[in-house]
């Protein structure tokens, strides 16, 4: 009868641990796919901004006119992308889904090289061995980079989601509003 008794004990602490086992199991999983979705949802927030920002940017390149002179370049300064982004977090691999995270690190790689390319053209301007000529290469050069950054975003936003109308409405109107003001010349 104290066998039984012992078996029925160990029975019962099998079945509590599988149990605890599978419920842990599942917490973390719907924890991870809350998670998950979470940052998605600030990763597709943030991708848009960067849609506004690239749209702005085209806008201020559209409106340098050198004849006027050099433009300053406190307006390149401002085209860069800041790489505090969720994009580059740490936390946004340990939690995104991993089919998502070849998207994400060719979006970081594309933020990094518009950076690169703005400092680029920022170093030459302020060198020694600066000529109009080659900087307006450099500009051109940058512009038709914008250009297909602005082309290409909307449907990096819809690797990540299903794009709907409200956001195509949003980039539209962002491609509608005009921001640039004044370019100011060196």
């Known amino acids: 009868m104290d066998s039984e008794k012992i078996l029925l004990v ?6 509590s641990t599988v149990f605890q086992l599978i419920s842990s ?16 949802k600030l990763l597709t927030s943030e991708l848009e901004d960067l849609i ?16 006027k002179g050099v433009p300053s370049m406190l307006h390149f300064e401002k085209m860069k992308v800041m790489e505090s982004s969720l994009i580059f977090s740490q936390e946004t691999f340990n939690v995104i889904d991993s089919k998502f995270t070849r ?3 060719r ?44 082309k290409n975003l909307p449907s990096r936003l819809g690797e990540l989601i299903k794009v709907d109308d409200q956001i195509l409405k949003r980039i539209e109107q962002y491609r509608h509003e005009s921001r640039v003001k004044t370019i100011i010349y060196d």
Not at 111 to 132: H, M, P, W
Not at 133 to 144: G, I
């Open 107 to 150: 979006l970081k790689l594309e933020i990094r090289n518009i950076n690169l390319e703005i400092d680029y053209v920022i170093k030459y301007r302020q060198g020694d061995d600066f000529q109009l000529p080659v900087f307006k290469e450099y500009f051109e050069y940058l512009l038709l980079k914008t250009n297909t950054i602005v």
């Open 10 to 15: 160990f029975l019962g602490i099998f079945i």
């Open 52 to 67: 506004r920002h690239c749209i702005a940017n085209q806008e201020v390149l559209h409106a340098i006119n050198f004849e």
């Open 25 to 40: 199991y599942f917490t973390k999983k719907t924890d991870k796919s809350l998670k998950h979705t979470e940052q998605l």
């Open 103 to 105: 998207h994400i690190n």
